[in-house]
């Protein structure tokens, strides 16, 4: 079964607004990660934040985590068309290289 | 550096027959791990590889299976193909082993099981 679960499983905005994906987990984390796949092809690494950080950005990407409640949100900023894709975010629970993904939300911009 | 590499890309077998899925992981990466992905199931780790030896497993039957060479180079192997086996196969590589290291994604090899 997998690790988290992603909130909303779909979600539909204009280009230029924002767009806020959740994330929540089970079990203690040494890092929580988020990536991008369009149309069923590879995933792409956007963004990893260890368990000791609160806060990471990379160019229009925000991640929050928050360990108490193991939860974590991904923003992105002034979304683009490009944007379109599926969004997962993936727990390490330390030690392993194996990934437990959450269910993924389904981003549209509309341009 | 090239990225991750999988081949082939797609591939249409029928129930029974078994399937050799082959990744090669960027240079210089030593860790290999498989994930399956399908529509009900979501994204499932399937096994990791490091220095030519499984080093973890996930919950999936004796029927995957596979095995890394010297060159990092990966193959997973399905027996008895049934048809929920049917899903994209996903291979990442990461530079050594280690909770820290990003994983890096090939583009998956679709499966159809007819």
């Known amino acids: 079964s997998q690790q988290g679960e992603e909130d909303p499983q779909a979600l539909s905005i204009q280009e230029g607004e924002n767009a806020t994906m959740n994330c929540s987990y089970k079990?203690?984390?040494?890092?929580l990660q988020w990536y991008r796949q369009n149309s069923g092809r590879g995933l792409v690494h956007l963004i990893l934040?260890?368990?000791?950080?609160r806060e990471k950005h990379s160019g229009r990407l925000r991640v929050t985590l928050d360990t108490s409640k193991k939860s974590s949100s991904l923003l992105i900023t002034a979304s683009r068309a490009a944007d379109t894709a599926s969004y997962f975010c993936?727990?390490?629970?330390?030690?392993?290289?194996?990934?437990?993904f959450g269910t993924g939300t389904r981003l549209t911009v509309i341009p | 550096k090239a990225g991750v590499t999988q081949t082939p890309r797609y591939l249409i077998k029928t129930r029974g027959q078994q399937v050799t899925l082959s990744c090669s992981p960027i240079?210089?990466?030593?860790?290999v791990s498989w994930y399956q992905q399908t529509p009900g199931q979501g994204l499932q780790f399937l096994f990791e590889?490091?220095?030519?030896?499984?080093?973890n497993k996930g919950n999936f039957p004796g029927r995957f299976s596979g095995r890394q060479f010297s060159n990092s180079r990966s193959e997973m192997n399905v027996s008895t193909l049934e048809l929920g086996d049917s899903a994209l196969y996903l291979c990442?590589?990461?530079?050594?082993?280690?909770?820290?290291?990003?994983?890096?994604f090939g583009p998956g090899t679709r499966l159809t099981v007819l």
């Open positions: 990442a590589s990461s530079p050594d082993r280690g909770s820290t290291d990003t994983q890096y």
């Open positions: 079990t203690s984390i040494n890092n």
């Open positions: 934040i260890r368990s000791n950080e």
């Open positions: 993936a727990t390490d629970l330390g030690g392993a290289n194996n990934l437990f």
């Open positions: 240079s210089g990466h030593r860790s």
């Open positions: 590889y490091f220095s030519e030896t499984q080093r």
